[in-house]
């Protein structure tokens, strides 16, 4: 049991590249979700998907767009870099159920030049 | 704007003596939640408290809600150098959504 996995765990972009990172669970959960926590941060929600086949704009959304492409796979792409997205990614996910935990990957660091 | 702020931003203090983190949030909630997050890493779940508890015990941890305040508190007893991480609380709303907030953060260290 793997648990959610990351890939990759660190990125160097210039300024205008895209990519995409990826992000998958084994757990079965039916809500999976995107945040970026900037230095001394707490962790801003970017997009979520409350269950397979939806996805809703969390705080900060801007610049960030995501495909729930199964149950287990929710992955987030820039389609043009800027400094500012420079962050550390985390996925998580959790059952869908309304009062329970979630489980948190291990982060991808991103830095755009 | 952050749903959850936590005081104090950071502490410090000796092995076996307790640490006290407080967070407090804005809107009405269902349950809030306290993470736990060592450097480098993604954040770990410690404890859950619903609405309607005031407090809450798991191992060394106490949790207290407190929903006129707005406010939580996170206490570890016999604080320990592996403590030593930045701690967080989420809230969600009552509003349905799947959603949680994060706050800023208390970074801990435990000195040994």
């Known amino acids: 049991n793997a648990g959610v996995t990351q890939t990759p765990k660190f990125q160097v972009l210039k300024t205008g590249q895209s990519m995409t990172l990826q992000c998958a669970q084994d757990?079965?959960?039916?809500?999976m979700y995107w945040y970026r926590q900037d230095p001394g941060m707490g962790l801003r929600l970017i997009y979520y998907?409350?269950?397979?086949?939806?996805?809703d704009k969390g705080e900060v959304p801007n610049g960030y767009n995501v495909s729930r492409l199964n149950k287990r796979e929710f992955s987030l792409r820039l389609e043009s870099a800027a400094p500012s997205q420079t962050s550390v990614y985390f996925c998580?996910?959790?059952?869908?159920?309304?009062?329970?935990?979630?489980?948190f990957g291990p982060g991808t660091r991103l830095t755009v030049l | 704007s952050q749903q959850g702020e936590e005081d104090p931003q950071a502490l410090s203090i000796q092995e076996g003596e307790n640490a006290t983190m407080n967070c407090s949030y804005k809107?009405?909630?269902?349950?809030l939640q306290w993470y736990r997050q060592n450097s480098g890493r993604g954040l770990v779940h410690l404890i859950l408290?619903?609405?309607?508890?005031r407090e809450k015990h798991s191992g060394r941890l106490r949790v207290t809600l407190d929903t006129s305040k707005k406010s939580s508190s996170l206490l570890i007893t016999a604080s320990r150098a592996a403590d030593t991480a930045s701690y967080f609380c989420?809230?969600?709303?009552?509003?349905?959504?799947?959603?949680?907030?994060f706050g800023t953060g208390t970074r801990l260290k435990v000195l040994a």
């Open positions: 998580a996910s959790k059952t869908g159920l309304a009062v329970n935990t979630q489980y």
């Open positions: 757990m079965n959960h039916n809500s």
């Open positions: 998907s409350a269950s397979e086949g939806t996805t």
């Open positions: 809107t009405s909630i269902n349950n």
């Open positions: 408290i619903r609405s309607n508890e």
């Open positions: 989420a809230t969600d709303s009552t509003s349905g959504t799947y959603k949680y907030i």
